[in-house]
């Protein structure tokens, strides 16, 4: 859940300051003044956003939702249960040891578990389970974005992929808006050197960032409706893209658009060059005060020899 949360309020930012950074600088001409009625529809919209998040990422783990996400539950040692069995397959095997269950649509996990203990009740020991919950179908607990038909989250997690979708729309579009504003915008001023650099700077830094959300999500979510649709098992790359792939890709469109990266590149370049060329005129005029040294000791040399020769005439 909290993986959940982090990635969720890194995107809900994104497309939040993206579609602000668009509405800045479509109206760049008006009242920039923070007003009262601003200042509220910004709080209410943090906290829409964090009750949206956090309602997205806790309600799969809460019990009283357990019918609707929880996948299987794995009795350890038992030959009976194999694997993780899931509701329809407890099923079964409980109309094998009861007979016919009539409400067995309407079964909840709280009544097959009672079911299935009184199955052994024989056994001092009893039976004891572990549930296969939303978060813990993967080897690490990783929200649940693939799933088929015969999952029972199938529905929640298609709505928060589709609404993840939207999102990711929303920024792509603030950026375009702001990357086509922006080259109107230094089309009308001169056409400096300086406005020219700055233009071409923004133009690649929003360039960036759109290729970065469409390749980081568009493969995702091909993939998640292709696993839905049962084309493609793509269990196995599950974990590079919910781990890797959109874990940094949330991280470094900020960096991207703030130019972090370059600022530390430049500054380091910089404290380099600083130090590379203090020490080069350190040795410069070690060597140039080796040089002058030399040429004393042989100057004091010569006139010794003249000296030593005067009386010699």
């Given at each position: ?90 099923i ?58 015969n ?29 086509l ?11 400096s ?6 233009g071409s ?7 960036l960032?759109?290729l ?8 995702f ?15 196995p ?77």
């Amino acid at each position: 859940a909290t993986a959940s949360i982090g990635s969720l309020t890194s995107l809900f930012t994104m497309a939040l300051l993206s579609s602000y950074r668009f509405y800045s600088i479509r109206h760049v001409f008006a009242s920039r003044s923070v007003t009262r009625k601003s200042a509220a529809c910004m709080i209410v919209t943090l906290v829409a956003m964090g009750t949206c998040v956090t309602v997205i990422s806790f309600v799969p783990i809460m019990g009283r939702y357990e019918n609707y996400f929880l996948n299987g539950i794995f009795y350890p040692g038992n030959l009976l249960f194999v694997g993780a069995p899931s509701k329809s397959q407890h099923i079964e095997v409980l109309e094998v040891y009861y007979g016919r269950l009539s409400s067995k649509n309407r079964l909840q996990w709280n009544a097959i578990r009672e079911l299935v203990g009184g199955m052994f009740t024989h056994d001092t020991t009893g039976i004891h389970g572990n549930d296969m919950s939303f978060y813990g179908n993967a080897g690490v607990c990783v929200f649940k974005y693939f799933v088929t038909p015969n999952d029972p989250q199938h529905v929640f997690s298609l709505a928060v992929l589709t609404f993840n979708t939207i999102l990711c729309g929303v920024v792509v579009m603030s950026y375009t808006g702001i990357y086509l504003l922006s080259r109107q915008t230094m089309g009308s001023l001169s056409s400096s050197r300086d406005s020219g650099a700055r233009g071409s700077g923004l133009e690649r830094k929003i360039s960036l960032i759109i290729l970065t959300d469409f390749l980081s999500w568009m493969p995702f979510i091909g993939l998640c409706v292709l696993h839905y649709l049962e084309v493609y098992d793509g269990t196995p790359h599950y974990e590079l893209f919910s781990l890797l792939v959109l874990p940094v890709n949330s991280v470094i469109n900020p960096i991207i658009y703030d130019d972090t990266i370059g600022s530390v590149v430049r500054w380091t370049r910089d404290k380099v060059v600083g130090v590379v060329s203090a020490r080069v005129t350190t040795i410069q005029n070690e060597l140039n005060m080796s040089r002058k040294g030399s040429g004393m000791v042989k100057k004091e040399k010569s006139t010794d020899c003249d000296s030593a020769l005067i009386p010699l005439l």
